[in-house]
């Protein structure tokens, strides 16, 4: 049962800035505070089912474990297109892409060519700790919450957030935060000099969230905590061979990784109250790359993408004629007249282009075998108000293939240095509560709020 | 979408150009949707598959625009940048010019200030001192700065924000004004523009170098600490590359593309490595080590600058100095601080016999006054990219010594009446009277749309209009004692001798001849 707050405190927090009525909650703690039946979220980007499953098992997760074993742990289908923008605004909001306006990481504004990056004030839904009656929230490094905007709690962004003074609810924490030598993510650019600085990196990150994780859970008195860790997708992307193959030298890096985390887990659960909510997930799964695809090398090859200048620097090079183009990671967008600036397909020949298209697709293949799994028009995976917004096709590709859709590849297919890629059917959720109905048969990211909401109604 | 936008029929040099070059922009950081990934590290170069992150940018004065791809929005379609005449101009441009109270300081200064630039300015009136320390004066009168900055004002209503500071010995002072006004454009004529001055004694040369190639370098980290996508646009001179007498061309800075290296049975691409340098005074060489300091500061920092090497300027005239004696920009004719031109217009007003040193056939390259600023204002407006070091020879024309002459000559004799007679002195430099010429200056021409608006004759003509008048006549018989030069490149101290008169030139005067 969900503890209200004072009268008086509801009047207050009307009337005064959210710093002001923060000073005067504290004062009130002893009588804000509920204590029992608070929710707490650990999101692990990018972890798969599978994986969480096996290291559960092999004692690198001891403390996961013994969740598992006392909770519901169950696979969960991510969002399409299965990266983090898409799938933790749906995990926060409770809402498809059609509903939060949130396709990918890169928008074209309509009537531009402008390759735009949305961030948390494009989501058009609201977040659960905005919701009525949710109580005092703190979260920490959700991807997708920058820049921070006022709630009623705490709030520091995850990726992308480039900056951590715009990125941290109330600003009055940067001071701290600094101190801890927080840092929002890893610096990825680490990892394409070396693997050992990329990891000594990641580390320095994990113990600063850790260290603020630590500081918010005494120092504020919430209802709801979220801490995500991205870390551990950035581990996936550039060191997935590692955790498949045992002789790797950074095996033990990988697993040493996943170990912290589990004891994170471990403190969090051993410092919980009886009846609190323990909601572990991830927002998509992982499995080994084979070979990335060139979406718009694809596109030119086949005659449906032209730029006018050759390589193109970006879409604004996009030409008179082109019938689509693609944004990462496989978004394709039919290249409509009245839409964009040099559109070229009438409204009324976009059913065959796409018919066209899916032909196209279709028949792609890699060494004999078929890469694209399923092709998915937008009215199959999304409703409500931004269904017109969003990408006319997205793509799923078989296993191991990898889709990229920048500008610069010269040819259709290519090995990076990334070894792991997200997977869409294998993320996971991890409840310390045994009742099955919490969950819903086959869930999938946008169930999220309404399990929290289940569980924030269980006594 | 603008399609009308355009330079007279021309699409503009500019409009191409992307929030790239945008000093409006906030370069935050980069970002690699492949891996989640985001450093903020905007300009590491990378290789390899890192080249496919994206840059994210900000816009300063569009923030709706949230975070985007800087290469996505061209000047054509910003509604920031205005079009006119000289391209696409960002709207109340913010640009610092750092030597504000000189010849060309303040000739930009009323210049920017009437296309609608917000002007900011910094000087220590140390081009004053210097020419009264010689016992010279500017023989265009100019008024004290407080007058100056009234008039522009008063008759132009352009606001200029001034400040007194010494770049090189009140950097924190520069600092604080540079991070108040938060400069899109900085234009450096902070330097003391004298090969004679370098060369009088040890004190002077080391003073030239010491104010020059210090006060730069403290610009540069200044720049990389508070504005680093502000672009510099910095005075160089094309004095830096000196006449080779091998005769290779003199290249705009860097070899170009297809240049070669052949010795010893190979052969080496020169494309893209700066030219060799060749500076025949300390303050040259001054000029050169501040290009090395700045292609350094471009390559460490991901600072953006034109180095501008310009031709000897001449002349007096652009529409804003002329349209007020107390606008007027200074004109001096000395051994120290007068350029060829200025100075054998202000002879023939005097009948001061043209002095050529030596067999007068040096051949340099020369700009006017007003196409110079015109040249300015086309970098300005075309901001280099992040990291973009690049080099234009900024000139209309390249005559020899011998040639100006004769046409000062022609011109005074036949539009005003005045005989000149020519003469050759000893040259007290140490340079090649005869020595192939081959400058390329094709950049501003070919990539900023630069078109010549002012011929030799016309702005000669417009300097005797203006010299001749009785008070300016009279400030240069003052001081024709320091027309014959003095200062010797060896080091003796003597005059000059005169080695020939030539014979006077005088033409019929023209039916349109001008009379004052």
Redesign the interface.
Known sequence: MYHHPPLLLLLLRQRYSSEVFRSLEKGFGVIMASNSNRLVIIGL??MPYHLIKDLAESGVMPNTRAIIENGVFSQMESSIPE??SVAWSSIITGTNPGQHGIFG??DVPDG????????F??IKTLPFWNHEGNGRAVIINV?FTYPARSLDGVLIAG?????LKRATYPSSLIPKLNEMDYQ??????????SLDLFLKDLDKTLQARIAAYRYLWDEENWQTFMLVF?GT??LA??LWDAYEDESHRYHSAFLDHLHQIDNVIGEVASRMNTGDSLLILSDHGFELSQSDIYVNFFLTQEGFLKFRDTPP????DIDQGAKAFAL??ARIYINLEGKY?RGSVKPEDKEAIISDLETCLNSLEIDGSKVIKRICRKEELYHGPYLGHAPDLVLLGNKGFDF?S?L?ATKLAGR???TGKHSQKDAFLLINKSSPDIIPESPSVSDIVGIMNKLRGET | MTGNRQEGNMRAHNAQCTCWNCPAIDLTGKVDFRACGQSREVFTQEQGDESEAYIVAECKRRPELGLFDPMTITFEECPEWKSTHYGYLLKNMRVIILGLDGYLGWTLALWLGSLGCEVSGVDNFSRRDWVKERGAHTVVPISRMTERLHAAKEVLGININFRQIDILKERDKLREFIEEVKPEAIVHYGECPCAPYSMIDVDHATFVQQNNVLGTLGLLFTMRDLVPESSLIKLGTMGEYGTPLTGRPLFEGMFPANAVLHWDDREWSLGGELTPRDPVSFYHVSKVQDTYNVYEACKYWWLRSYDVMQGVIYGVNTPQVATDPRLRTRLDIDEWFGTVINRFVAQAVIGFPLTMYGAGEQIRGFIGLEDAMQCMTRLITHPPEPGQYDVVNQMSGFYSVNHLAHTVAKVASKEFAIPVTIQRVENPRVESDIHPFEPIYNKLPDQFGFKPKVTLEDEIYRMLELLTQPHIKQRIEEKKHLILPRTWWSGIKKQVETLEILEEIKYEPSSTAYRP
């Open positions: 980007d990018g990266i983090s990481f890169t531009t060519y402008r390759l735009s990056f949305p961030n004030s494009d991807p990726f992308v957030a480039l900056d929002i993510d890893v610096d990825s650019s680490k990892a394409h000099r991205t997708d950035r992307h550039f620097k970006s879409l604004a990462d990671p600036p990229k920048g610069k990076g240095v990334f």
